[in-house]
C-alpha cells in the first residue's frame, strides 16, 4: 500500500513537473548584462562630452531611466530624442508625437515620430556623441531599426559618434519570412530582410553600414556596447514593455506571426488589455466560440476596427510559448485558418478599413505570401517559396553578427 501511495505521488510529481518543464521558458537574463548595464565600458567615455539620447520606456538600468542613471553620474545629457510611441512610451501606434520638455529633468525632447523621422543638422550640432538605448523586437515591421538608419544616417552626414547600448532580441532565435520586395516599401517595411531577421539592434546597425541601406554614402561611425554573456538561441524576458500593445510575454514571442493580422479585415486584440494575443471578428459568429469585445483605449488603440462589436475567433493567450520557440518558425496556421473559414473571404484582405493600401504586402513583404493564401497552397509550398531567399539573406547576416547563434 504504502508502495502504491509513494509510486502514485511521484508519478503526480512527475507529470506536473514535465507539464511545467513543456510550457515554461528558460531566460538568460539573471545571466547577461545588457549593454547599458554595463556602465563601466562607457560613462567614463562620455565624460566631458555633451551627449543627445534616444530613448523610450525600455532605456533602463534595472529599474531606473538610462536618462536618471546618466544625470546621476555627471554625464551632460543635451537632449533627448524619442522614437514611435514617444519617449515616455504613452502615444498609441502610428500616432504623431510632439516634440516637449521631459517634465522630470527639464531636457528637451525632440520627436522623431511627428514632422520628421531624422535628426537635422541643428538637432546635432551641440553634440558630441548620440546614444542609441530602445528595445527592438527582431521583427523587419517593428519601427525602431528604421529610427536606426534615420540616426546613422544624421550622424554619417554631420559626423557624429553613435554610442548604441545592445540589448537582447526577444524574438533572436527566429529567422523567417519572405524577404522583402522593395517595391513594397513602406513605414513598416524598410529593408531587404525577412519578417524575423534574428540580430540585435548593433548588429542591425552593422548591416546597415555594410550594405549601403543609408541615402548617403558616408558611414556612421558606431561605438557598441555589446551584451555581456549573451548568444541568440538565449530567450530574454523583457523587463519593460518595449511598447503599449506589446505588454505581455506572450504578445512579444506572437508577435512576428500575428502582427500579419494588421494588414487583414480581422481584428487582433487591438483595444483589448491583450493585443497579439486574441484574433476574431463579428463574421465568424457561430463559427469560434471564444469572443471579445474591441474597446477604445487611450495610449493602445483610440480606433480599434470592429470597436465595440462582439468578435469571435481565436484566443491564444494560453498558447504553449515553448513549442513556438522550438519550432523556430513564424505561425502561419492561424492566417490560412482564418481564411479558409471566413464567410466573407472577399473582404479578408480588403484594404478599405485601412489607411495605408495594400498594407497586407507591406507586412509581408511580397504579392506571393496573399495570392498562396487565397489559392490555398499548403504551408510547406509556402515556405519554400523562401527558402532561396532566406538562405542568402543568413549569409549575409553572418558578416555583422556579434553574439553565437
Known sequence: MNFKIVFFFSLFFWTIWGLKAQTSLDYCNDRIRTGAERTE?????????????????????????LVDSLLKVGVKIVKIFGPEHGFRGNASNGTEVSDEVDVKTG????????????????????????????????VRFYTNINT???????????????????????????IDGPILDMKH??????????????????????MINGEGWMSTAKKCKLKIIPVEGYAHHMLYKLPVSPSPNLNTEQS????????????????????????FTVIG?????????????PVSKKGMSERP??????????????????????????????IMELYE?????????????????????????????????????????????????????KLMRKKYTIYED
Open 341 to 393: 473559414k471566413s464567410p466573407e473571404k472577399d473582404k479578408f484582405f480588403d484594404q478599405s478599413f485601412s489607411d495605408q493600401i495594400g498594407r497586407f504586402e507591406n507586412l509581408s513583404g511580397v504579392d506571393d505570401l496573399r495570392l498562396q493564401i487565397e489559392r490555398g497552397i499548403s504551408e510547406k509550398e509556402i515556405r519554400a517559396s523562401w527558402a532561396d531567399g532566406l538562405a542568402k539573406y
Open 107 to 138: 531636457i528637451p525632447i525632440i520627436s522623431l515620430y511627428g514632422s520628421k523621422r531624422k535628426p537635422s543638422a541643428a538637432d546635432l550640432a551641440d553634440i558630441d556623441v548620440f546614444i542609441f538605448d530602445v528595445q527592438d523586437m527582431g
Open 41 to 65: 565600458s562607457y560613462v567614463p567615455y562620455l565624460k566631458g562630452k555633451r551627449v543627445a539620447i534616444l530613448g523610450n520606456l525600455s532605456t533602463v538600468i534595472k529599474k531606473q531611466h
Open 252 to 275: 512579444i514571442l506572437l508577435y512576428p506571426s500575428t502582427c500579419l493580422f494588421e494588414g487583414v479585415k480581422v481584428n487582433h486584440g487591438r483595444g483589448t488589455d491583450y493585443p
Open 281 to 293: 471578428s463579428p463574421a465568424y459568429k457561430g463559427i469560434y466560440s471564444f469572443s471579445f469585445t
Open 305 to 334: 476596427l470592429f470597436m465595440n462589436e462582439k468578435c469571435y475567433g481565436l484566443d491564444l493567450r494560453g498558447y504553449d510559448l515553448h513549442s513556438l520557440v522550438k519550432g523556430k518558425k513564424l505561425n502561419l496556421a492561424w
Open 185 to 206: 516599401r513602406s513605414g513598416i517595411g524598410q529593408f531587404p530582410v525577412p519578417i524575423a531577421h534574428g540580430m540585435t539592434i548593433a548588429e542591425f546597425a552593422q
Open 148 to 174: 536606426l538608419r534615420d540616426i546613422m544616417e544624421a550622424c554619417a552626414e554631420q559626423g557624429k559618434e553613435l554610442l548604441i547600448l545592445d540589448r537582447p532580441n526577444p524574438n533572436a532565435y527566429l
